[in-house]
C-alpha cells in the first residue's frame, strides 16, 4: 500500500455499493485510506456534520486534504488522475467511452433506483410495504443485469469487460453483482456477469472491499 499525503480519508459504510466501487479504486492502485463510516441505515448521512462534507446525504465521500468529492464516477476517476498505473480505463478514445457507459448502466441507471431514500419514499408517498418495495429494488436490480448482459454477451470479457486488467467497468458491473446479492437475486441467468463477479473477486482489491468483509456487516 502507497501512503499518500496528504491522507486519503473514505466516509463509506459497509452496506454501501457506491462506497464498494471508490473502496475497490484505491484498492486496485494499492492506495492506503482510511474509512470513516457513516450509518445510511440509522440516518448518519443527515447528521449536521456530514451535511457540510456532503449535502447530498448520501455515500461516499472523499476527502484529500482541502479536496472534498462525491460520486463514486468522479472519485475513481480522480484516483485515476491522482496514480495513473495501474490505469482503471483502457487507452482508446471508443473504449474509455465504452468502458464509462458500462459503468454508468449500473452508476447511473440502476443503482440509483434502490438506494435507502427511494426506498423509504415508495413506503411513505405509496405505503409500500417490505416486499413491494423488494419486489420494486429486485426488477431494476435485474434490468441492470440484463442489460449488462447483453453488452457483455455482445463483446466477450477478455477476461476483463474492456482488456486485460480490471477497471472502472469491472467496478461497476461488479457493483451491480454484490447489490443483487442483498436482493436474493440468483446471477444464474446472467451468466457473463457471475463470470465477470467471479474473476474480479478472486483479485484481493476486491475481495477485500466487499461490503461483507467490511466492519460492521453481518456474517453473511
Ligand atoms: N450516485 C452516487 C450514489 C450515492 C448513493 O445513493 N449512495 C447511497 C449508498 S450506496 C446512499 O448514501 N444512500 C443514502 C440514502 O439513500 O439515504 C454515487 O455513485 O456515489
Not at 46 to 65: I, K, M, Q, W
Amino acid at each position: 500500500m502507497m501512503s499518500v499525503s496528504p491522507p486519503l480519508q473514505v466516509f463509506g459504510f459497509w452496506r454501501s455499493i457506491a462506497s464498494f466501487r471508490v473502496r475497490v479504486a484505491l484498492n486496485l492502485k494499492g492506495l492506503a485510506f482510511t474509512e470513516v463510516p457513516v450509518d445510511i441505515l440509522n440516518g448518519a448521512q443527515f447528521s449536521a456534520e456530514y451535511d457540510r462534507l456532503n449535502p447530498e446525504h448520501v455515500l461516499p465521500t472523499l476527502v484529500h486534504g482541502e479536496t472534498v468529492l462525491f460520486q463514486s464516477m468522479p472519485i475513481m476517476e480522480y484516483v485515476e488522475d491522482l496514480q495513473p498505473t495501474p490505469p482503471l480505463l483502457p487507452k482508446t478514445p471508443a473504449d474509455r467511452a465504452y468502458a464509462r457507459a458500462l459503468a454508468l448502466v449500473a452508476v447511473a441507471d440502476s443503482h440509483p433506483l434502490i438506494v435507502p431514500r427511494v426506498r423509504k419514499q415508495l413506503a411513505a408517498a405509496f405505503g409500500a410495504r417490505e416486499p413491494a418495495v423488494n419486489d420494486w429494488c429486485g426488477h431494476w436490480t435485474r434490468e441492470g443485469l440484463q442489460t449488462l448482459e447483453t453488452l457483455l454477451a455482445r463483446r466477450a470479457p477478455s477476461p476483463f469487460a474492456v482488456g486485460d486488467t480490471p477497471g472502472l467497468a469491472d467496478i461497476c458491473i461488479v457493483s451491480q453483482a454484490v447489490a443483487a446479492g442483498f436482493f436474493g437475486i440468483d446471477l444464474a441467468p446472467f451468466a457473463a456477469v457471475a463470470r465477470l463477479h467471479d474473476t474480479c473477486l478472486a483479485l484481493p482489491p476486491f475481495a477485500q472491499s466487499h461490503p461483507l468483509r467490511q466492519p460492521g456487516a453481518p456474517a453473511a
